[in-house]
């Protein structure tokens, strides 16, 4: 798994965080799901983490063992450990988000991040005879990815402050630098998002499952719901790229650092990663 992280993984933003050593990866079973939760809030609180995957070590469900669907029905179970969804729930279609309080890596306040997504992943995504075939949604083994889309921004803009500026993002007092500090973080990470997509869409039979930058690069287009646990059939959504959603969280980091607007955490990632629409 870890050489497939390593060398494979298709997500640039999330090949970065692995080489980073803040891609913590644990061997998770229903009874130890609770446990690595909690293990990964407090890396997380320490800063030593972004992202974490629990890859079910389950030989009934390798590839050609089984079908997708029944794979992440395995995985919606596991996860009722920490979640107040039924398993059947989980798989076809509900969320299971979780909310953290962490210190913001751009403002240094104390805030509720509402957006850590749990996702499923297994080997069958990749077959073509799958009904479920979605390649977006494979890994060699099955696993639950949990990450937050908001929180990992904020890292990467922490990151690119401390290089740019020599100093975390609070402590410059020239706004002007921290609104073009913003404006080439935007960019790089839309960027980013867009090769990623465009590695997914080099990997994918496009005939069978659909997935694309749109012309305005403005969107992704993809066979599943975001932020759905799992799903039990495809159907075609449209997600916002950086250029819109990143964008929304830099005005309002602005804002705070300007002093127009006290910074509020509730609804932060609803702020900045608006629901997404399905694309008829």
Same mark, same amino acid.
């Given at each position: 798994?870890?050489?497939?992280?390593?060398?494979?993984?298709?997500?640039i933003?999330?090949r970065?965080?692995?080489?980073?050593?803040?891609?913590?990866?644990?061997?998770?079973s =229903?009874?130890?799901?609770?446990t690595?939760?909690?293990?990964?809030k407090?890396?997380?609180?320490?800063?030593?983490?972004?992202?974490?995957?629990?890859?079910?070590?389950?030989?009934?469900?390798?590839?050609?063992?089984?079908?997708?669907?029944?794979?992440f029905?395995?995985?919606?179970?596991?996860?009722?450990?920490?979640?107040?969804?039924?398993?059947?729930?989980?798989?076809?279609?509900a969320?299971?988000? =979780?909310?953290?309080?962490?210190?913001?890596?751009?403002?240094?306040?104390?805030?509720?991040? *509402? *957006?850590?997504?749990?996702?499923?992943?297994?080997?069958?995504?990749? *077959?073509?005879?799958?009904?479920?075939?979605?390649?977006?949604?494979?890994?060699?083994?099955?696993?639950?990815?949990?990450?937050?889309?908001?929180?990992?921004?904020?890292?990467?803009?922490?990151?690119?402050?401390?290089?740019?500026?020599?100093?975390?993002?609070?402590e410059?007092?020239?706004?002007?630098?921290?609104?073009?500090?913003?404006?080439?973080?935007?960019?790089?990470?839309?960027?980013?998002?867009?090769?990623?997509?465009?590695?997914?869409?080099?990997?994918?039979?496009?005939?069978?499952?659909?997935?694309?930058v749109?012309?305005?690069?403005?969107?992704?287009?993809?066979?599943?719901?975001?932020?759905?646990?799992?799903?039990?059939?495809?159907?075609?959504?449209?997600?916002?790229?950086?250029?819109?959603?990143?964008?929304?969280?830099?005005?309002?980091?602005?804002?705070?650092?300007?002093?127009?607007?006290?910074?509020?955490?509730?609804?932060?990632?609803?702020?900045?990663?608006?629901?997404?629409?399905?694309?008829?």
């Open positions: 798994m870890t050489d497939w992280m390593a060398r494979e993984l298709p997500c933003a999330g970065r965080e692995y080489g980073r050593g803040r891609y913590m990866i644990r061997i998770a =229903k009874g130890t799901v609770a690595i939760v909690e293990e990964y407090t890396l997380l609180a320490k800063g030593e983490v972004v992202a974490c995957l629990l890859v079910f070590n389950d030989e009934r469900f390798y590839k050609g063992r089984s079908d997708t669907s029944a794979a029905r395995f995985l919606a179970e596991q996860m009722t450990a920490i979640s107040d969804r039924s398993a059947a729930a989980l798989a076809n279609g969320s299971l988000t =979780k909310t953290i309080k962490l210190r913001c890596p751009v403002t240094n306040l104390l805030i509720s991040f *509402d *957006d850590f997504e749990c996702i499923a992943f297994c080997p069958q995504s990749a *077959d073509k005879a799958d009904p479920l075939y979605d390649p977006l949604m494979f890994t060699p083994y099955p696993s639950v990815n949990i990450s937050s889309d908001v929180y990992a921004f904020s890292r990467f803009v922490s990151d690119s402050a401390l290089v740019a500026l020599n100093k975390p993002v609070w410059e007092t020239d706004t002007k630098r921290i609104a073009k500090l913003f404006e080439r973080c935007v960019d790089r990470w839309q960027r980013v998002a867009a090769a990623t997509i465009r590695n997914f869409e080099a990997n994918t039979d496009t005939t069978l499952c659909p997935v694309h749109t012309p305005d690069n403005a969107h992704w287009i993809a066979a599943h719901k975001d932020p759905a646990f799992a799903e039990q059939k495809k159907e075609v959504h449209r997600h916002e790229l950086p250029i819109l959603y990143a964008t929304r969280i830099t005005e309002r980091w602005l804002r705070f650092f300007t002093g127009k607007k006290t910074y509020e955490a509730a609804g932060l990632a609803r702020d900045g990663v608006r629901d997404q629409t399905v694309f008829n």
